[in-house]
């Protein structure tokens, strides 16, 4: 029990501050640059990860609400890590490199990669038939 009030906390206090970010986004369109634009989709998926979390478990038979969790689970949570180094790797591009083209060059390949290996991690998992109630998550 306090293991899942605490993740019911975090998870919701995380997703309103994707949503702040989110919202912060749209209204402004000042701030609509690169390096917004990462941080935003790094909001839009740790939004649907702690979604994934507040799922909770599934009583058996009736496994499709685990994999449902997993799938979100596993996507972006993969896709939030490789967000968060894509953002430093562009602030390491822009500050020790002096590397300012990397909006131009780096985000459609970023995209690439941050929704690519996660989509193929899924590809893994479901080949592999690997998904199923594991305690609390799945």
Known sequence: ??????????????IAGSLLVIVT?????????????????LAISDLWLCTSFLIGESPAPHYTKCSVQSLLGIFFGLASI??????????RRV??????????????RLHMIAWGL???????????????PAGMMC
Request: hydrophobic share 55%; proline share 4%.
């Open 95 to 108: 500050v020790l490199a002096c590397d300012l083209s990397v909006e131009s060059r780096h985000e459609g």
């Open 1 to 14: 029990p306090v293991f899942h009030a605490l993740n019911t906390i975090s998870s919701v206090l995380s």
């Open 25 to 41: 986004f749209l209204l402004f369109p000042q701030l609509r640059r690169y390096f917004a634009r990462l941080v935003l989709y």
């Open 82 to 91: 490789l967000w968060t180094v894509a953002i430093a790797d562009s602030v």
């Open 118 to 132: 996660p989509f193929l991690a899924i590809a893994a998992v479901l080949a592999s038939r690997t998904i199923g």
